[in-house]
């Protein structure tokens, strides 16, 4: 298979919704003395207060709304398939080409397409152009773990505003996948490793190559490269390669470095590939990265149109 470019998809862990597991404990039952009575009290108020008191000096408490200070919508009719998803530049200005509706929602909310429900068939097809801009104070500002970037934000309020979205949610069960690991002893494959670098602590991100990129993520056709990552964030870009969620059940932590080929569907033409090509993703994942995709049914948080319309343009 001929090597395909690259395009560069940036995806950041602030980005991404965070899991977080319960630690279940149990005490074995006592009498309980009135000095003990206090001392439980006391702990009690210093367990509950005391993350608040640190959160509030060392945590940011983030952005939760946003929007375009200047926002203009034209449809595009070029029929070039080239596309430019939103990226603010450091001035605030975001350029966006030739996308679907369909593909803003996604994108302002962090929802794969097999979330999405009662999307209208013209939101699907026709394509529009966005040039906006966002403070520039706002633009690049770091969001906790949890909140969307301040460009999702802007982009749902001009949903909201020009396109007249309005949406619930519902959670319902579904096809989904577990992401295992796949050898003896949970031992990640050759092309997985812990991460080189601190990418939070770096100011100037080092030159990558075709097959290492110190921070980030490169995606292609039948190519994944991604450097100083959680495995948070390549499930949710493989819950859009697979077409159904993905959940991480691996127990790895930290950051991690890979590289993953494939042949995609789409090339496959009768079960195996093309001697010399790479394996389907599946396969791929087991003998490059050590990780297994298990299909199973569990509940998924869906994303109902209830009103889509079509803009007016300026």
């Given at each position: ?38 001392a ?56 966006v ?12 909310y ?47 309020a ?22 295992v ?54 499930t ?79």
């Open positions: 298979m001929a090597n395909l470019p690259f395009f560069v998809s940036g995806v950041r862990g602030g980005d991404l919704k965070t899991r977080i597991d319960s630690i279940m404990f149990g005490a074995v039952q006592r009498p309980v003395t009135m000095v003990s009575r206090l439980l009290a006391i702990a009690a108020v210093t367990v509950v207060m005391g993350p608040l008191a640190v959160g509030a000096f060392d945590q940011p408490a983030g952005i939760t709304k946003a929007a375009f200070e200047v926002a203009s919508i034209r449809r595009n009719v070029s029929g070039v398939m080239q596309e430019r998803w939103p990226n603010p530049r450091p001035n605030g200005d975001i350029d080409r030739n996308l679907r509706v369909s593909d803003l929602v996604q994108a302002a962090r929802v794969g397409d097999h979330q999405v429900q009662a999307m209208p068939a013209w939101a699907r097809n026709t394509r529009y152009d966005i040039s906006a801009r966002l403070d520039p104070q706002i633009a690049e500002a770091s969001q906790p773990p949890g909140l969307p970037p301040t460009w999702a934000l802007a982009l749902q001009l949903l909201k505003e020009r396109f007249q979205l309005a949406f619930h949610r519902e959670t319902a069960p579904r096809p989904v996948y577990d992401l690991m796949a050898r003896p002893g949970g031992k990640p494959g050759p092309n997985m490793r812990p991460a080189e670098f601190d990418c939070d602590a770096l100011k100037e991100r080092p030159v990558g190559t075709d097959t290492r990129i110190a921070c980030g993520i490169r995606q292609g056709p039948g190519r994944y490269l991604q450097g100083g990552s959680r495995l948070l964030e390549f949710a870009i493989l819950s859009r390669m697979v077409g159904r969620p993905v959940f991480d059940r691996t127990g790895l932590t930290g950051r991690w470095d890979f590289l993953l080929t494939y042949t995609p569907d789409s090339l496959l033409s009768a079960g195996e590939p093309p001697r010399g090509d790479p394996p389907n993703l599946f396969t791929a994942l087991q003998e490059q990265l050590g990780l297994k995709l298990e299909a199973t049914t569990g509940p998924v948080e869906m994303f109902v149109i209830d009103r889509l319309e079509p803009p007016s343009e300026n």
